[in-house]
């Protein structure tokens, strides 16, 4: 059966909605005695550089149309960014990788915090909760060259953000809507809308995306369905230009159906609340204190029969994981000196069920397999050496505990603690006179093995710490004392090069990592 050969872009009037909402000027309308001349507002094209400090920090607009459609996750925009690929799971859903990278490598953030899927498998990667167009910026550090967060990425720092909207008695609201119909049943809906004045505010996000399988050259079926939504609220307090507070809750949920996998995802529930406070220009030296706690709990299930035909044994998993952000960070100015110092702590349990039915019903209650804890302290300082140089460097120190419980998945109850360092250090510099702008920098991780890698990691010898949530082969070895810390240290440098309306950069990296943590 042929395929079509198109897929419909944005509607007409997704533009007229997206067009802000913001009391952007009204169309103004001229009339005179002899002719009516109607004068429509003027439309603005933007385009991103999609670089900044030099190629070293990419910022993204994820409002902004992609080719060939809107993303429907956080890894569907990525790959749109030089450097980032997706390992794909379907229709949605995928995994993200940079520089050929993936996982706990690259840190996922949004607003600050980092919200962690549950599924062993990676079904849920910490990208599927996320629905890029309903945030105001993303933003990607390249390489080990921050240690503002926990854990420190290796391989990148991503960040989602909603920035803080600024409302007035006399523009009280502003917001964005649009639509997007295709082929095959896609259907996506976005709103952004925010209600205030120049003290408080409302702000309501919400996205929701569909779309159904598509069938091969001989008609059958692919299975590749999905359907996600989510919804936002945050109430915000702005009493001054220098204080913010916002209390902030969300939930989604969806389902997704995959050709490659032994089980379709049938639920990726979230919930989450969050508290973030700042304060800026307290003294001449103290320049911002910020503070914010985040609770979420991802709830996935996936099965072999709701979504597919199943004439055998039906089986399904619930996987859930609840985790706690905390951060309190503070900026100071010292002469030539700039210092953003901290702490922060994160806080996961980790459980699961199976479930199966042949002639008889079989249950494997819930129980949680993993607790996990972390406190870092880190400092990034950046100094002025004159005008057009700088040297930015910093430290960061994260203690971390991991417990797994008795009927958990693997062999032998355990704990592990570590302390482990991260710290980088580069140059920058300016050539105006050239239109150049430089860095090169050297950073240092260690990294401890996330859930992921200890339920899926096959060692050396061929033996598996975890099969499944209840079985487990008897002679294996326990990967909480096995998989080593991961130690990568990493060259980065770059350059930038604009001249009039041309514009050019280039960067490279080189890496060694001791103890590779490899999945299977």
């Known amino acids: 059966m042929s395929q079509p050969k198109f897929i419909l872009q944005s509607l007409a009037v997704a533009v007229v909605l997206a067009s802000n909402l913001t009391h952007a000027e009204e169309t103004t309308i001229q009339s005179s005695v002899t002719t009516d001349e109607i004068q429509l507002a003027p439309i603005v094209v933007t385009a991103e550089k999609g670089n900044q400090a030099n190629g070293l920090v990419v910022?993204?607009?994820?409002?902004?149309?992609?080719?060939?459609?809107?993303?429907?996750?956080?890894?569907?925009?990525?790959?749109?960014?030089?450097?980032?690929?997706a390992i794909s799971s379907g229709g949605t859903n995928g995994d993200v990788t940079f520089r050929g990278m993936f996982g706990s490598?690259?840190?996922?953030?949004?607003?600050?915090?980092?919200?962690?899927?549950?599924?062993?498998?990676?079904?849920?990667?910490?990208?599927?909760?996320?629905?890029?167009?309903?945030?105001?910026?993303?933003?990607?550090?390249?390489?080990p060259e921050t240690v503002l967060y926990p854990t420190t990425g290796s391989a990148a720092t991503v960040s989602f953000e909603r920035t803080p909207p600024k409302l007035s008695s006399e523009k009280p609201y502003q917001g964005t809507a649009s639509v997007?119909?295709?082929?095959?049943?896609?259907?996506?809906?976005?709103?952004?809308?925010?209600?205030?004045?120049?003290?408080?505010?409302?702000?309501?996000?919400?996205?929701?995306?569909?779309?159904?399988?598509?069938?091969?050259?001989?008609?059958?079926?692919?299975?590749?369905?999905?359907?996600?939504?989510?919804?936002?609220?945050?109430?915000?307090?702005?009493?001054?230009?220098?204080?913010w507070l916002e209390?902030?809750?969300?939930?989604?949920?969806?389902?997704?159906?995959?050709?490659?996998?032994?089980?379709?995802?049938?639920?990726?529930?979230?919930?989450?609340?969050?508290?973030?406070?700042?304060?800026?220009?307290?003294?001449?030296h103290i320049k911002k204190i910020e503070a914010q706690i985040d609770y979420t709990d991802n709830d996935h299930v996936m099965d072999n029969y709701s979504y597919r035909v199943n004439t055998g044994?039906?089986?399904?998993?619930?996987?859930?994981?609840?985790?706690?952000?905390?951060?309190?960070?503070?900026?100071?100015?010292?002469?030539?000196?700039?210092?953003?110092?901290?702490?922060?702590?994160?806080?996961?349990?980790?459980?699961?069920?199976?479930?199966?039915?042949?002639?008889?019903?079989?249950?494997?209650?819930?129980?949680?397999?993993?607790?996990?804890?972390?406190y870092g302290a880190f400092s990034e300082f950046t100094y002025h050496l004159s005008a057009d140089n700088q040297l930015v460097t910093g430290a960061r120190f994260d203690h971390v505990a991991m417990t797994t419980s008795k009927t958990n998945v693997i062999t032998n109850p355990s704990e592990r603690t570590e302390t482990v360092p991260s710290a980088f250090i580069r140059i920058e510099n300016n050539l105006p006179s050239?239109?150049?702008?430089?860095?090169?920098?050297?950073?240092?991780?260690?990294?401890?093995?996330?859930?992921?890698e200890l339920y899926s990691t096959s060692l050396a010898s061929g033996a598996y710490t975890i099969n499944n949530m209840d079985a487990v082969k008897t002679d294996t070895i326990n990967n909480m004392d096995a998989v080593k810390t991961e130690k990568t240290l990493q060259l980065d440098l770059g350059t930038q090069w604009q001249q009039g309306s041309w514009n050019a950069w280039v960067s490279a990296y080189a890496g060694v990592v001791k103890d590779f943590i490899l999945m299977q």
């Open 59 to 85: 910022v993204a607009d994820p409002k902004q149309p992609i080719q060939p459609v809107p993303a429907t996750d956080g890894a569907d925009y990525l790959k749109s960014i030089m450097g980032f690929n």
């Open 313 to 374: 044994t039906k089986s399904s998993m619930e996987l859930a994981r609840q985790t706690l952000n905390s951060r309190l960070a503070i900026t100071t100015e010292w002469g030539k000196w700039s210092i953003i110092s901290g702490v922060d702590s994160q806080h996961w349990n980790h459980g699961g069920d199976m479930k199966m039915q042949s002639g008889m019903m079989t249950m494997k209650p819930y129980m949680r397999n993993m607790k996990y804890q972390s």
């Open 434 to 452: 050239y239109g150049l702008k430089n860095y090169v920098g050297l950073g240092y991780v260690e990294r401890v093995p996330d859930f992921w």
């Open 247 to 284: 209390l902030n809750a969300g939930t989604g949920d969806g389902y997704s159906e995959y050709a490659g996998r032994s089980m379709d995802g049938v639920q990726f529930k979230r919930k989450s609340l969050g508290f973030h406070a700042e304060k800026k220009n307290l003294t001449e």
């Open 105 to 143: 490598r690259i840190k996922m953030l949004t607003n600050g915090t980092e919200k962690l899927g549950a599924c062993p498998a990676r079904m849920d990667a910490p990208t599927s909760y996320i629905s890029p167009e309903t945030y105001d910026k993303i933003t990607v550090v390249k390489g």
């Open 180 to 243: 997007l119909v295709g082929s095959y049943g896609r259907l996506d809906q976005n709103f952004d809308g925010t209600l205030g004045d120049e003290t408080k505010y409302l702000r309501l996000t919400t996205s929701r995306s569909t779309s159904n399988s598509y069938k091969d050259g001989d008609g059958n079926k692919v299975p590749s369905a999905w359907e996600r939504w989510t919804a936002d609220v945050a109430m915000g307090w702005t009493p001054d230009d220098d204080t």
